[in-house]
């Protein structure tokens, strides 16, 4: 398997309930990014790790956790979530974070809170 | 002020014709990168060109080009002969700052419609 998986594709979950997002990567990349795509609305860069180390988080709500337990793993832990967190949550990889690094997305989780 | 400005919300271009899909960015950073991405129906974004803002050349990249105007802080997308294929949300993007200080900012996307 090659390039930037995503699973699962959609959820469907409760404000009550606890799922987790997980993307893998086959590229060797060390950067590996979150990103949350509402209708009608920018792409939100979330949470940034390279190396396994988290870098960036754009001030996202404490009821999205992530973890990078190594290079080609990325999770979204989500719990206690609001309706309007409803939205395609895009992971992503690069061979580095740097200002010069395209971005290898995947296909996506599309995420509906009732 | 928005980062990165797409005016176009949706365009329709016959098939062969080339398409122009306009970006315009606002930064005081002298070093930053642009992008496109296409983003398809089935949801992932793909790469399409970058144009770093030193470079001194447009960007080409196979049917794709980047018609960079720096003093207008434009960087327009040109697609030559459109394709069925190329039907799909485009976006435009903005990295700005320093390794382990980037920023990374979309625009609201441009739907492209090719018509046979």
């Known amino acids: 398997e090659t390039g930037v998986t995503q699973t699962p594709r959609h959820l469907v979950m409760g404000m009550t309930n606890k799922k987790s997002l997980k993307c893998e990567q086959h590229?060797?990349?060390?950067?590996m990014y979150w990103y949350k795509q509402s209708a009608k609305k920018p792409l939100e860069l979330m949470f940034v790790?390279?190396?396994?180390?988290?870098?960036e988080n754009n001030s996202v709500p404490s009821r999205f956790s992530p973890e990078c337990p190594n290079s080609s793993h990325l999770f979204l832990h989500l719990h206690t979530l609001q309706p309007e967190d409803s939205a395609l949550y895009l992971c992503?990889?690069?061979?580095?974070?740097?200002?010069?690094?395209?971005?290898?997305f995947g296909p996506g989780t599309r995420l509906t809170v009732l | 002020a928005q980062k990165i400005t797409q005016t176009q919300p949706g365009m329709f271009v016959q098939e062969k014709e080339a398409v122009t899909l306009d970006c315009t960015y606002d930064?005081?950073?002298?070093?930053?990168?642009l992008f496109w991405y296409k983003q398809p129906s089935s949801g992932e974004m793909i790469f399409l060109i970058y144009?770093?803002?030193?470079?001194?050349q447009n960007a080409t990249e196979g049917r794709y080009s980047l018609n960079f105007q720096k003093a207008r802080k434009s960087a327009n997308l040109v697609i030559s002969a459109s394709q069925l294929g190329d039907s799909a949300m485009y976006f435009c993007?903005?990295?700005?700052?320093?390794?382990?200080?980037?920023?990374?900012?979309f625009g609201t996307g441009t739907r492209l419609t090719i018509i046979p």
């Open positions: 590229l060797g990349h060390n950067a």
């Open positions: 144009q770093g803002s030193y470079d001194q």
């Open positions: 993007a903005m990295r700005e700052g320093h390794f382990g200080n980037e920023k990374l900012t």
């Open positions: 790790y390279s190396l396994e180390e988290r870098v």
């Open positions: 992503a990889s690069s061979p580095a974070t740097g200002v010069y690094n395209e971005q290898f």
């Open positions: 930064t005081s950073d002298p070093s930053y990168g």
